[in-house]
């Protein structure tokens, strides 16, 4: 008898496994945990799943010399609810500056691959054991789920990879902007980390916090 109910059961699951074959996101409704809602399939085209926005560099004006181009169901609606996405990133030469630096992507793991000059990376486990190596062009490199990691130019030239997520949209929170690209209180910040209130003001004031 339990046996014949595993089977029956595994019948059920198999046959509602996938009841559609995609999901393209509606762009115009809300984003949930879940992903976006379909888009009516009358209406979904080849373009919804194909994307050109990764072939162009980023650009890396900026403060941290670097630049992220993603391919993720907001920006490539095909990829909604398929449990991966992409993404380019750009890294500028020269300089001590030019990272992406500690930053977590809470809903995906991560892989890396180089295709352009070297990158030094590194991700911090739970125990805080540091796994550090220096790529070069060809080489892949794989960040597990929620752990701080980065990325920096080894090269002396523009360094350029493709990342790779295990979800729609993996989400990202950068460390260094949680902390002072906030109206969080200088006090509070003072509180919880180990800087002085004069590398505090100093820090917000280069990343736009307040407090």
């Given at each position: 008898?339990?046996?014949?109910?595993?089977?029956?059961?595994?019948?059920?699951?198999?046959?509602?496994?996938?009841?559609?074959?995609?999901?393209?996101?509606?762009?115009?409704?809300?984003?949930?945990?879940?992903?976006y809602s379909?888009k009516a399939?009358?209406?979904?085209?080849?373009?919804?799943?194909?994307?050109?926005?990764?072939?162009?560099?980023?650009?890396?004006?900026?403060?941290?010399?670097?630049?992220?181009?993603?391919?993720?169901?907001?920006?490539?609606?095909?990829?909604?609810?398929?449990?991966?996405?992409?993404?380019?990133?750009?890294?500028?030469?020269?300089?001590?500056?030019?990272?992406?630096?500690?930053?977590?992507?809470?809903?995906?793991?991560?892989?890396?691959?180089?295709?352009?000059?070297?990158?030094?990376?590194?991700?911090?486990?739970?125990?805080?054991?540091?796994?550090?190596?220096?790529?070069?062009?060809?080489?892949?490199?794989?960040?597990?789920?929620?752990?701080?990691?980065?990325?920096?130019?080894?090269?002396?030239?523009?360094?350029?990879?493709?990342?790779?997520?295990?979800?729609?949209?993996?989400g990202l929170?950068?460390?260094?902007?949680?902390?002072?690209?906030?109206?969080?209180?200088?006090?509070?910040?003072?509180?919880?980390?180990?800087?002085?209130?004069?590398?505090?003001?100093?820090?917000?004031?280069?990343?736009?916090?307040?407090?």
């Amino acid at each position: 008898m339990f046996k014949l109910l595993f089977f029956f059961a595994v019948l059920i699951l198999s046959s509602n496994a996938s009841v559609q074959d995609f999901c393209v996101a509606d762009l115009k409704g809300p984003e949930s945990p879940a992903g976006y809602s379909c888009k009516a399939v009358t209406k979904v085209t080849v373009n919804d799943f194909v994307f050109s926005g990764l072939s162009a560099a980023g650009n890396t004006s900026n403060i941290i010399k670097a630049a992220v181009s993603p391919a993720f169901a907001t920006q490539f609606p095909g990829l909604n609810g398929l449990g991966l996405s992409a993404a380019r990133l750009d890294l500028a030469p020269g300089g001590v500056v030019r990272t992406v630096p500690f930053h977590t992507h809470p809903g995906a793991s991560e892989v890396l691959l180089v295709v352009q000059g070297s990158i030094t990376a590194a991700f911090v486990s739970s125990a805080n054991t540091v796994y550090l190596k220096t790529l070069k062009k060809g080489e892949l490199m794989v960040f597990p789920q929620g752990l701080l990691h980065f990325q920096v130019n080894a090269a002396g030239y523009s360094s350029v990879a493709y990342v790779f997520f295990s979800s729609s949209n993996p989400g990202l929170q950068i460390t260094d902007f949680a902390l002072f690209a906030n109206d969080l209180s200088t006090k509070l910040v003072e509180a919880t980390t180990f800087l002085d209130e004069a590398q505090i003001k100093k820090l917000k004031g280069v990343l736009g916090g307040t407090g």
